[in-house]
Every structure is written in structure tokens, then in C-alpha cells.
């Protein structure tokens, strides 16, 4: 025990005296709260008197002897304490200036590798060497962890030129659990998708289906297994690739490269000392002066003498220094927290473990809390920030913040401080490093635990547990063996749902054992029928019952649960409909019903939720004379928290349609950032009735100008509202079954990337001015726009262009302008790398503008059955790297031009007869054109 620091056993105790406290307390506030929603008037107050220490006839009822019992554990625990803990007040200076640091810090999460460009280019000419005897060869990169192992992998694996050189490509992170159907399974997932039912006799057969004489490059990451024999059967798999086909392999053992086999093996060293040092300080550093600082330089010098060349060490160093700005703070870390640490065994982990240390308590708790997460599990932040918040781990704040953005704020902050990794901006995903986990495993101790087959090893201080059982829980989690009767967490990590159901009986049976639960996730475990009893659990705060795809109904005693904040149904697909008092769950924030395929409406009382901040649906009934309490429109009209992304549907079958939708008062919910809105298909056959209505719905629907996706299906109107132009921030735009627009509008949208128009059969035209104001449009997509007839000269203007996806235009001429002039001198998309043109019955040959197109790397052209010839001009695309040609039944030869196309390595011709014969292997006509061609796949 460290000179300073509690005793372990004391402290343990103590947390369970407290948490016992927390119980009784929550237990009073549910009391008030249920005699609140039962018309009890005053009733809040009397039970704060009646908890108080001064009214003695309040300890006589039912809650006396808890409060007695508590009281006396924690005077038992603290007077047999080995040290004394003195109250003091919290430096306010230093709670600002933490919360200070909170909000205002930036977090770039692709950062620059430094000091690795020697260790890229020895792994690149292993990956490029021609000059090999086998067709698979492996290499395996040892180091110990934090040594950057994995990034210097990532380096290579994304590389351009290895990406030009390897067709196939795979990434599989295998860790300790070196199971061969798993691995098997996430390589054939890398290809395409495979589910987990498959046995493994198919897998195998699968795998070297794929992989069969193509040259691949397969990464396995943080290899552990030391098992000759299950190595050997994973690699009898993997030696059906062509020749030059690499396996590269990471792994802090040098016995892996042993026992893998391998002739080469790569001992990546730490970094070099100046290395080191420019990552320290553009870690610690916010602006570049500060870099150049010479006297920070030489205390930074001293300070990177002690991380031992590892970068993440060296990362989280920098994340301490970046909020200490002088001098003397700088010297004060080298001369007295840097050394305290050094000096123990596990020097890595000590100085790590320096920075969770200089955590503040609501952030370590947060932090030993990811423990219960697998290593290189990819955590989604929505999900960890609403289990932090079921845990009560989130600090209201005094100025009136929601706690989802308190909750973002800490995320923020664990992630600018390295204790997450590989932040995936789009997904909203991260990873933890294995020796991030590591210590978060060491600072949790036994108050988490991961369940793997130790069952026996649950410490009766577990308070949190995770597990990977998709079925059998109570039969692979026995009562019996699970002391901890206090837990206040099961949280599940399976991927698929198991093949057999768990029955009503163990859920009941997992209900009385654990009533303390505040988080119970059940996703994915083929639950058919919650019990009754669910109401018992009167702490929970977090119910997750996704993916059980039997589940019809909820029982209406769930909405007893009066402090559950967070409901997740997703993909439900037999749900039927929600419990009929759910408006009595008042503390509700989140309620995902996404792909709840069977819920046909809302029951009355959903606008009573006035907590919620995340709704994932709002469904209208189709017929609402079967419907005897239903949500209009309206009971969104106080809503004004929700966030994220909102569906509403069935919008077909509003009658009053300007009153209910202007009633949904969309405008005022700022926090919102998607929006889908879908009509249905109802059989109202008065086109003149359906265009008024549809056009005041729509134009009622206002979102707010903070709206940054929008998708709306099945209007029926004319025009779209003006309103469509005046959303600011708006960046994705969908149209799809819009029948009877005839207009698109003329301008704005200036911030907007993607732009998707499917069965847009009315749709003539659309203004060169409109495209001309799409200044950020990277991806457009349109298909089944029957009655467009040209695109010229408007595409020109779409600078920022990436993709570009044409199908089903049957007038549509992309050689011509709308007066009917051939388009020469095109000089436009220069940056459009993707080109997929297709069922274009005007389409003869390719037009002028596609031949100019520079930076064009992936053309894919389908069912275009007038298509004769390809130019000799397309020798210009000097950029393509994969060419497709589908249906094209036409098309009886390839031009001279293809020999010279010498960027492309992927050729792919489908059901074209006659290109068939003439590109057949040293016999076709045309074989000398494509010979070149790493990867040909010719099929008839």
C-alpha cells in the first residue's frame, strides 16, 4: 500500500456502505415519484421530512430500518478506519480551470506518426519484394506494447502504393482468443458478408474460394496464441492465394514468429530520443512557438529520457503537460511526478497510470468503467456515454447544460487524453489500447468483472459485469456461483443473436436475484416475452432489448420502472406496439424503436416524456379507426429535447394536414441533426386533394435550421417549400418516391455533400443554377429519373465531386445539353474518382466530358444495351485502376487505347458475348489490349 493511500479493504467496504446509502436514497425518490404519477399531492415534500434525521415517527415506516442499517455500517467501517480523512472545501480556482480545460480543448483525431518512416519503408519492401518463392509469405512485427506496432501496420496497409498492389486486402484483429472460426469468419468478412450460423466446413470452403489464386495482403493484429498446431490449420487456409500474396502479423511475443514459422521477423525498437521529443511537444504544445520554446525544449528532452522511446507513453506524457503553460509547472512534473512513478516495477504502466491519476474522480470512474469492454472492442460513444449516465456518473452541471452534452464533454476529454484511441468521426466509434485496458483493468479492481469461463472468480464487491452468452445466461451464469447480489450491471457484448431462446423463467429467476440492477442488457439473446416481474427492478436506469427478432409485446408493468432513462428496442422486427401508460416513464431520455418493422403507432402519452433527448421513431397510424389511443402529431409539440435523428411516418394519412404539422413545432427543436420524413402508400385516388395536403404537410414540417440530413419519401406534391433552400447546415439530402415533383429549387443548399434522387418520375430538369450552387457537393446520386433529359452544362460546376452514380434515365442524353447541344468542351469534375453510369438507353458511346475526366479511378458502366464502343480517347484516364462493364450486350470490342491505361489493374467484363470471345486468355482478338491487367474476371 502506497505511503498516502487508504487501505484497499477498508476503502472497498466504505464504497459498499455507500453504495447501500445510494440504494436506500433512490429508493425514496422512486416512492415520491410514484405517488406523484398516482395525483398525490405534497408528496415530494413529505418525503424529504420524512427522511429527515429530525422527524423520529418517519423511521417507524417501512424505510426505518434501512436508514438505521446503512447509518451503522458506515460508523462501524469508518471507526475501525486506519487513517483519518479530513473535509475540505473544493479550490473553486481549480474546479473552474478544470472545467475550463473540459470545454474548451480541440481533438484532432487523425494525428502524424512521427519518427517511423525507416520501419514503413522495410515493411513496404517486404510487401512489394517480387522476388519470392512462395505464394504467401509473412512477416511479424514484435514489439512490446504502446510501441506503435499496430499504427506502423496501418501505415502500410493503407498506403497507396500497397493498396495499388494488393487487390484483396484484409484487416483482422485476433487478440488472446485465437479461435479459428472467429478469425475465419472476420476475413470473410473483410470480403463480404458472412453471418455467424455458418459452420466451419463451409467457412473453410468460403475462404479459399475468395482468396484462390488472387494476391492478397492480410493483416492479423496482436497475435497472442503460441500453439504451433492451431496456427498451422489457420495457415493451411491461407495458401491459396496467388504468388507474392503477405501475411503481416503483430504481436508483443517473439515466440508468434516461431512458431508461425516465419523466416522474417521485425523487432520494431522505440523511438529515437528527437523522435520522441517532436512528439512530446506537438502533444504538450498548443501553438508552434511554444514547440520552439528552448527552454521547454531541454526539460522535454529530460522527460522523454523516461518513456522509454514508447509512443504512447511519450502521447500521454504530452496530454499531462498540454494544461501546465509555465516553466515551473514543466519543472515540477520532471522533478517530482515523473520520478514517483518511474521508480515502480511496471514503469509503463506507472507513468500511464500518472495520467489517469491527475484524472478528476468523475472521469476515473468513467474510465475504470471501459474495463468491462473486451481489448480492440470498438465502443460505439452514443452507447458509453448513456451507460455513464444510467451509472450516475454524470455531474449536473449548475448552468443548465443537459447531461448528454456533460456526457460528450467527458468523452471529449478521455479521448484528447489518450485514453481513447482510433476515434471514428463518422460512426461516432473508438477503441482502447491494450495497455489503456490494461490499466483500466488494474484501476477497476473487483468491482468489474469480464465473464468469460471463470464464473467462479466474482468477487461479492463486483458491482459491474459483462459477458458474451447470446443464450443459457442464468444456465452459464448460475446463481449459485454470483455472490454479488449487489450488482448493479449486466451488460452484454455478443455480436449475434444465439440460436436458442432464453426463457421467461430465467429472466424471471435474474430478476429476483439482482434488484439492484440499474443497467440489464439483454440484446441479442432471443427473448420472446418479458415477464411481469420487470417491474421489480425499480433501480434500473438502462434496458437494452435489441435483436430479439420473437418479441411482440412489452408488458405495461415495465412503465413502473420510473427511473429508466434509456429504452432500446432497435430491430424488434415482431414488435408490435408499445405499452399503452408509457407516458409514466418520466424520466425516460432515450427510446430507440429503429427496425421495429411491426409497430403500427404510439400509444397516447409519449408527449408527456418531457426528458427524452433521443426518439428514433414516430409512427401515425395507417387506419386510425382500428386505434383507440394514438399519438398525433402534436404530442411532439413539446418535445423540443430530442436530439440526433428523428422518423416520422405514415404522414399519408394526416387529414388536417397544415394543423397537425405545424403543431409538430419542428422549428423549435434545434438539438435535432437528421430528419426523415415518409408518407406511406395510402389508396386516395383525388390527385388534387393529395397535392394540396401533401404540400401544406410538408411545408408545416419546417426542421430547424441547425437540420444537417434530411430524407423525405413519398410526398405527393408539386413543388418542395421554400424552407428547403433555408437550412444552412445541411450536408445530406435524400428525395426518394417523390412522384409528382416537377420542381427542384433554384439555389442554396451551399454546405451540401450528398444528394440522392431515386423514383423522381415526374422530375424534367434541374437548373444549371441549382447545380452551380451545390459549391460542396462530393457525392451525387440519381436513379429512376425517367423524364430528365440532361444533366449539361450544370455537372460542370460540381468542383468537389467524388461519386457520381447515374442509373435508370431512359431520356436522359449525357452528351447533350437540355437544347439539345453535343457538350465538347467539358472542362469540369476534376475531382470525380468514381463514375458509375447504368440502364442509359441513349448511351452509345461514351461522351466527351467522361474522357476528360483526370482523376477517375473506378468507371463502372451496366445495362447500357446501346453501348457500341469505347473511345480511343479513354487512354487519357490515366487514373483508373478498376474497370467494369456489365450487360453492355453491344459492345463487341475494346479499343487500342485500353494497352495503355497503365494505372489499371482491375477488369471486369459480365454477360458481353462477344467481349467474351475477344479478350479470351492468348487467343482473342483483343487479348493484347488487356494482357497487362493484373486481375481479369471475364464472365458470360
Same mark, same amino acid.
Given at each position: 500500500?502506497?505511503?498516502?493511500?487508504?487501505?484497499?479493504?477498508?476503502?472497498?467496504?466504505?464504497?459498499?456502505?455507500?453504495?447501500?446509502?445510494?440504494?436506500?436514497?433512490?429508493?425514496?425518490?422512486?416512492?415520491?415519484?410514484?405517488?406523484?404519477?398516482?395525483?398525490?399531492?405534497?408528496?415530494?415534500?413529505?418525503?424529504?421530512?420524512?427522511?429527515?434525521?429530525?422527524?423520529?415517527?418517519?423511521?417507524?415506516?417501512?424505510?426505518?430500518?434501512?436508514?438505521?442499517?446503512?447509518?451503522?455500517?458506515?460508523?462501524?467501517?469508518?471507526?475501525?478506519?486506519?487513517?483519518?480523512?479530513?473535509?475540505?472545501?473544493?479550490?473553486?480556482?481549480?474546479?473552474?480551470?478544470?472545467?475550463?480545460?473540459?470545454?474548451?480543448?480541440?481533438?484532432?483525431?487523425?494525428?502524424?506518426?512521427?519518427?517511423?518512416?525507416?520501419?514503413?519503408?522495410?515493411?513496404?519492401?517486404?510487401?512489394?519484394?517480387?522476388?519470392?518463392?512462395?505464394?504467401?509469405?509473412?512477416?511479424?512485427?514484435?514489439?512490446?506494447?504502446?510501441?506503435?506496432?499496430?499504427?506502423?501496420?496501418?501505415?502500410?496497409?493503407?498506403?497507396?502504393?500497397?493498396?495499388?498492389?494488393?487487390?484483396?486486402?484484409?484487416?483482422?484483429?485476433?487478440?488472446?482468443?485465437?479461435?479459428?472460426?472467429?478469425?475465419?469468419?472476420?476475413?470473410?468478412?473483410?470480403?463480404?458478408?458472412?453471418?455467424?450460423?455458418?459452420?466451419?466446413?463451409?467457412?473453410?470452403?468460403?475462404?479459399?474460394?475468395?482468396?484462390?489464386?488472387?494476391?492478397?495482403?492480410?493483416?492479423?493484429?496482436?497475435?497472442?496464441?503460441?500453439?504451433?498446431?492451431?496456427?498451422?490449420?489457420?495457415?493451411?487456409?491461407?495458401?491459396?492465394?496467388?504468388?507474392?500474396?503477405?501475411?503481416?502479423?503483430?504481436?508483443?511475443?517473439?515466440?508468434?514468429?516461431?512458431?508461425?514459422?516465419?523466416?522474417?521477423?521485425?523487432?520494431?525498437?522505440?523511438?529515437?530520443?528527437?523522435?520522441?521529443?517532436?512528439?512530446?511537444?506537438?502533444?504538450?504544445?498548443?501553438?508552434?512557438?511554444?514547440?520552439?520554446?528552448?527552454?521547454?525544449?531541454?526539460?522535454?528532452?529530460?522527460?522523454?529520457?523516461?518513456?522509454?522511446?514508447?509512443?504512447?507513453?511519450?502521447?500521454?506524457?504530452?496530454?499531462?503537460?498540454?494544461?501546465?503553460?509555465?516553466?515551473?509547472?514543466?519543472?515540477?512534473?520532471?522533478?517530482?511526478?515523473?520520478?514517483?512513478?518511474?521508480?515502480?516495477?511496471?514503469?509503463?504502466?506507472?507513468?500511464?497510470?500518472?495520467?489517469?491519476?491527475?484524472?478528476?474522480?468523475?472521469?476515473?470512474?468513467?474510465?475504470?468503467?471501459?474495463?468491462?469492454?473486451?481489448?480492440?472492442?470498438?465502443?460505439?460513444?452514443?452507447?458509453?456515454?448513456?451507460?455513464?449516465?444510467?451509472?450516475?456518473?454524470?455531474?449536473?452541471?449548475?448552468?443548465?447544460?443537459?447531461?448528454?452534452?456533460?456526457?460528450?464533454?467527458?468523452?471529449?476529454?478521455?479521448?484528447?487524453?489518450?485514453?481513447?484511441?482510433?476515434?471514428?468521426?463518422?460512426?461516432?466509434?473508438?477503441?482502447?489500447?491494450?495497455?489503456?485496458?490494461?490499466?483500466?483493468?488494474?484501476?477497476?479492481?473487483?468491482?468489474?468483472?469480464?465473464?468469460?469461463?471463470?464464473?467462479?472468480?466474482?468477487?461479492?464487491?463486483?458491482?459491474?459485469?459483462?459477458?458474451?452468452?447470446?443464450?443459457?445466461?442464468?444456465?452459464?451464469?448460475?446463481?449459485?456461483?454470483?455472490?454479488?447480489?449487489?450488482?448493479?450491471?449486466?451488460?452484454?457484448?455478443?455480436?449475434?443473436?444465439?440460436?436458442?431462446?432464453?426463457?421467461?423463467?430465467?429472466?424471471?429467476?435474474?430478476?429476483?436475484?439482482?434488484?439492484?440492477?440499474?443497467?440489464?442488457?439483454?440484446?441479442?439473446?432471443?427473448?420472446?416475452?418479458?415477464?411481469?416481474?420487470?417491474?421489480?427492478?425499480?433501480?434500473?436506469?438502462?434496458?437494452?432489448?435489441?435483436?430479439?427478432?420473437?418479441?411482440?409485446?412489452?408488458?405495461?408493468?415495465?412503465?413502473?420502472?420510473?427511473?429508466?432513462?434509456?429504452?432500446?428496442?432497435?430491430?424488434?422486427?415482431?414488435?408490435?406496439?408499445?405499452?399503452?401508460?408509457?407516458?409514466?416513464?418520466?424520466?425516460?431520455?432515450?427510446?430507440?424503436?429503429?427496425?421495429?418493422?411491426?409497430?403500427?403507432?404510439?400509444?397516447?402519452?409519449?408527449?408527456?416524456?418531457?426528458?427524452?433527448?433521443?426518439?428514433?421513431?414516430?409512427?401515425?397510424?395507417?387506419?386510425?379507426?382500428?386505434?383507440?389511443?394514438?399519438?398525433?402529431?402534436?404530442?411532439?409539440?413539446?418535445?423540443?429535447?430530442?436530439?440526433?435523428?428523428?422518423?416520422?411516418?405514415?404522414?399519408?394519412?394526416?387529414?388536417?394536414?397544415?394543423?397537425?404539422?405545424?403543431?409538430?413545432?419542428?422549428?423549435?427543436?434545434?438539438?435535432?441533426?437528421?430528419?426523415?420524413?415518409?408518407?406511406?402508400?395510402?389508396?386516395?385516388?383525388?390527385?388534387?386533394?393529395?397535392?394540396?395536403?401533401?404540400?401544406?404537410?410538408?411545408?408545416?414540417?419546417?426542421?430547424?435550421?441547425?437540420?444537417?440530413?434530411?430524407?423525405?419519401?413519398?410526398?405527393?406534391?408539386?413543388?418542395?417549400?421554400?424552407?428547403?433552400?433555408?437550412?444552412?447546415?445541411?450536408?445530406?439530402?435524400?428525395?426518394?418516391?417523390?412522384?409528382?415533383?416537377?420542381?427542384?429549387?433554384?439555389?442554396?443548399?451551399?454546405?451540401?455533400?450528398?444528394?440522392?434522387?431515386?423514383?423522381?418520375?415526374?422530375?424534367?430538369?434541374?437548373?444549371?443554377?441549382?447545380?452551380?450552387?451545390?459549391?460542396?457537393?462530393?457525392?451525387?446520386?440519381?436513379?429512376?429519373?425517367?423524364? =430528365? /433529359? !440532361? %444533366?449539361?452544362?450544370?455537372? $460542370?460546376?460540381?468542383?468537389? #465531386?467524388?461519386? *457520381?452514380? +447515374?442509373?435508370? @434515365?431512359? &431520356?436522359?442524353?449525357?452528351?447533350?445539353?437540355?437544347?439539345?447541344?453535343?457538350?465538347?468542351?467539358?472542362?469540369?469534375?476534376?475531382?470525380?474518382?468514381?463514375?458509375?453510369?447504368?440502364?442509359?438507353?441513349?448511351?452509345?458511346?461514351?461522351?466527351?466530358?467522361?474522357?476528360?475526366?483526370?482523376?477517375?479511378?473506378?468507371?463502372?458502366?451496366?445495362?447500357?444495351?446501346?453501348?457500341?464502343?469505347?473511345?480511343?480517347?479513354?487512354?487519357?484516364?490515366?487514373?483508373?485502376?478498376?474497370?467494369?462493364?456489365?450487360?453492355?450486350?453491344? =459492345? /463487341? !470490342? %475494346?479499343?487500342?487505347?485500353? $494497352?495503355?491505361?497503365?494505372? #489499371?489493374?482491375? *477488369?471486369? +467484363?459480365?454477360? @458481353?458475348? &462477344?467481349?467474351?470471345?475477344?479478350?479470351?486468355?492468348?487467343?482473342?482478338?483483343?487479348?493484347?489490349?488487356?494482357?497487362?491487367?493484373?486481375?481479369?474476371?471475364?464472365?458470360?
Amino acid at each position: 500500500m502506497l505511503p498516502g493511500r487508504p487501505n484497499p479493504v477498508w476503502l472497498d467496504n466504505m464504497k459498499g456502505a455507500l453504495y447501500d446509502a445510494q440504494d436506500v436514497l433512490e429508493e425514496f425518490n422512486i416512492e415520491a415519484m410514484q405517488r406523484e404519477l398516482g395525483d398525490h399531492s405534497e408528496v415530494i415534500k413529505e418525503v424529504r421530512t420524512f427522511f429527515s434525521s429530525s422527524n423520529q415517527l418517519a423511521f417507524n415506516l417501512k424505510m426505518s430500518s434501512k436508514v438505521r442499517a446503512v447509518r451503522k455500517k458506515i460508523e462501524d467501517i469508518n471507526n475501525r478506519r486506519r487513517f483519518h480523512l479530513d473535509e475540505r472545501l473544493v479550490d473553486s480556482g481549480v474546479e473552474r480551470k478544470q472545467k475550463k480545460t473540459e470545454e474548451n480543448h480541440s481533438f484532432i483525431p487523425k494525428g502524424v506518426i512521427i519518427g517511423r518512416d525507416n520501419d514503413k519503408n522495410t515493411v513496404m519492401e517486404f510487401l512489394l519484394d517480387p522476388n519470392v518463392t512462395e505464394d504467401v509469405s509473412i512477416l511479424t512485427i514484435v514489439g512490446i506494447g504502446g510501441l506503435g506496432k499496430t499504427a506502423l501496420a496501418q501505415l502500410v496497409y493503407n498506403d497507396e502504393t500497397a493498396s495499388k498492389h494488393f487487390p484483396l486486402k484484409m484487416w483482422v484483429c485476433v487478440s488472446n482468443d485465437f479461435d479459428m472460426k472467429k478469425i475465419v469468419t472476420k476475413i470473410l468478412a473483410c470480403i463480404k458478408q458472412r453471418g455467424p450460423e455458418v459452420e466451419m466446413e463451409q467457412l473453410q470452403h468460403d475462404l479459399r474460394t475468395e482468396i484462390g489464386g488472387k494476391k492478397y495482403l492480410l493483416v492479423l493484429d496482436d497475435l497472442w496464441n503460441d500453439k504451433r498446431e492451431e496456427w498451422l490449420s489457420l495457415k493451411n487456409l491461407l495458401v491459396e492465394g496467388a504468388r507474392g500474396s503477405k501475411i503481416l502479423i503483430t504481436t508483443r511475443l517473439p515466440l508468434v514468429a516461431d512458431i508461425t514459422g516465419t523466416a522474417l521477423s521485425y523487432h520494431l525498437e522505440g523511438l529515437s530520443e528527437s523522435a520522441s521529443l517532436d512528439l512530446l511537444m506537438q502533444m504538450a504544445c498548443p501553438k508552434e512557438e511554444e514547440i520552439q520554446d528552448l527552454d521547454k525544449l531541454a526539460i522535454g528532452k529530460e522527460i522523454v529520457k523516461e518513456c522509454y522511446g514508447v509512443p504512447l507513453v511519450v502521447r500521454t506524457v504530452g496530454s499531462l503537460l498540454y494544461s501546465k503553460k509555465t516553466i515551473s509547472e514543466w519543472l515540477n512534473f520532471r522533478d517530482y511526478e515523473l520520478p514517483e512513478v518511474s521508480q515502480r516495477e511496471d514503469r509503463i504502466i506507472s507513468i500511464l497510470r500518472l495520467s489517469y491519476d491527475h484524472l478528476p474522480s468523475h472521469l476515473k470512474q468513467c474510465f475504470a468503467f471501459c474495463s468491462l469492454f473486451p481489448k480492440d472492442y470498438e465502443i460505439e460513444k452514443q452507447t458509453l456515454v448513456n451507460l455513464w449516465m444510467a451509472e450516475g456518473f454524470i455531474r449536473p452541471s449548475n448552468r443548465g447544460q443537459h447531461l448528454e452534452d456533460i456526457a460528450h464533454g467527458y468523452f471529449m476529454n478521455l479521448l484528447w487524453r489518450n485514453f481513447f484511441q482510433e476515434f471514428q468521426e463518422d460512426v461516432e466509434t473508438c477503441k482502447m489500447h491494450d495497455l489503456m485496458h490494461d490499466l483500466a483493468c488494474l484501476v477497476a479492481g473487483t468491482e468489474c468483472w469480464v465473464a468469460w469461463d471463470d464464473i467462479k472468480s466474482i468477487d461479492e464487491n463486483t458491482r459491474h459485469m459483462s459477458h458474451y452468452f447470446s443464450f443459457d445466461l442464468m444456465g452459464r451464469l448460475p446463481i449459485s456461483c454470483l455472490k454479488a447480489s449487489a450488482l448493479r450491471t449486466i451488460l452484454s457484448l455478443t455480436r449475434y443473436q444465439g440460436m436458442e431462446p432464453t426463457s421467461e423463467v430465467d429472466i424471471r429467476q435474474l430478476i429476483q436475484s439482482f434488484k439492484r440492477l440499474r443497467i440489464l442488457d439483454l440484446h441479442n439473446t432471443n427473448i420472446k416475452k418479458v415477464p411481469g416481474s420487470i417491474y421489480k427492478l425499480k433501480h434500473l436506469t438502462y434496458l437494452d432489448l435489441s435483436h430479439n427478432r420473437a418479441l411482440k409485446r412489452l408488458p405495461n408493468s415495465i412503465t413502473r420502472l420510473y427511473n429508466l432513462q434509456t429504452l432500446k428496442l432497435h430491430n424488434c422486427r415482431s414488435l408490435e406496439e408499445l405499452p399503452r401508460d408509457i407516458g409514466k416513464l418520466v424520466s425516460l431520455r432515450n427510446l430507440d424503436m429503429s427496425f421495429c418493422y411491426s409497430l403500427s403507432y404510439m400509444p397516447c402519452g409519449l408527449g408527456q416524456l418531457s426528458s427524452l433527448h433521443r426518439l428514433s421513431d414516430f409512427i401515425l397510424p395507417k387506419d386510425k379507426a382500428l386505434v383507440k389511443k394514438y399519438c398525433g402529431l402534436g404530442e411532439l409539440n413539446r418535445l423540443n429535447n430530442i436530439r440526433g435523428s428523428l422518423s416520422i411516418e405514415n404522414l399519408g394519412s394526416e387529414t388536417d394536414a397544415g394543423k397537425e404539422s405545424q403543431a409538430a413545432n419542428l422549428i423549435e427543436k434545434d438539438f435535432l441533426e437528421i430528419l426523415y420524413l415518409s408518407w406511406g402508400n395510402f389508396d386516395i385516388t383525388d390527385e388534387a386533394i393529395i397535392k394540396k395536403r401533401d404540400e401544406a404537410l410538408l411545408d408545416g414540417l419546417r426542421p430547424p435550421k441547425s437540420l444537417q440530413e434530411l430524407s423525405v419519401s413519398g410526398f405527393k406534391g408539386e413543388r418542395f417549400p421554400g424552407w428547403l433552400t433555408d437550412l444552412p447546415n445541411l450536408v445530406a439530402l435524400r428525395l426518394w418516391s417523390c412522384t409528382r415533383c416537377r420542381h427542384f429549387p433554384q439555389v442554396g443548399l451551399n454546405k451540401l455533400k450528398r444528394l440522392h434522387m431515386e423514383d423522381m418520375r415526374s422530375l424534367e430538369y434541374i437548373p444549371e443554377e441549382c447545380l452551380k450552387s451545390l459549391t460542396s457537393l462530393e457525392s451525387l446520386y440519381f436513379n429512376y429519373l425517367p423524364r =430528365l /433529359t !440532361s %444533366l449539361l452544362p450544370g455537372l $460542370r460546376h460540381l468542383s468537389k #465531386l467524388v461519386n *457520381l452514380n +447515374i442509373f435508370d @434515365c431512359k &431520356e436522359l442524353d449525357l452528351s447533350k445539353d437540355e437544347r439539345g447541344n453535343i457538350i465538347l468542351d467539358f472542362h469540369g469534375l476534376q475531382s470525380l474518382r468514381s463514375l458509375w453510369i447504368g440502364c442509359l438507353p441513349k448511351l452509345e458511346s461514351l461522351p466527351q466530358w467522361i474522357l476528360q475526366l483526370r482523376s477517375l479511378e473506378h468507371l463502372e458502366i451496366y445495362g447500357c444495351y446501346k453501348l457500341k464502343a469505347l473511345s480511343e480517347q479513354i487512354e487519357a484516364l490515366q487514373s483508373l485502376q478498376w474497370l467494369q462493364i456489365q450487360c453492355c450486350r453491344s =459492345l /463487341t !470490342s %475494346l479499343p487500342e487505347g485500353m $494497352r495503355r491505361l497503365t494505372s #489499371l489493374t482491375l *477488369l471486369i +467484363i459480365y454477360e @458481353c458475348p &462477344e467481349l467474351k470471345e475477344r479478350c479470351k486468355r492468348d487467343a482473342g482478338e483483343d487479348w493484347y489490349k488487356i494482357a497487362h491487367i493484373r486481375h481479369l474476371d471475364i464472365i458470360c
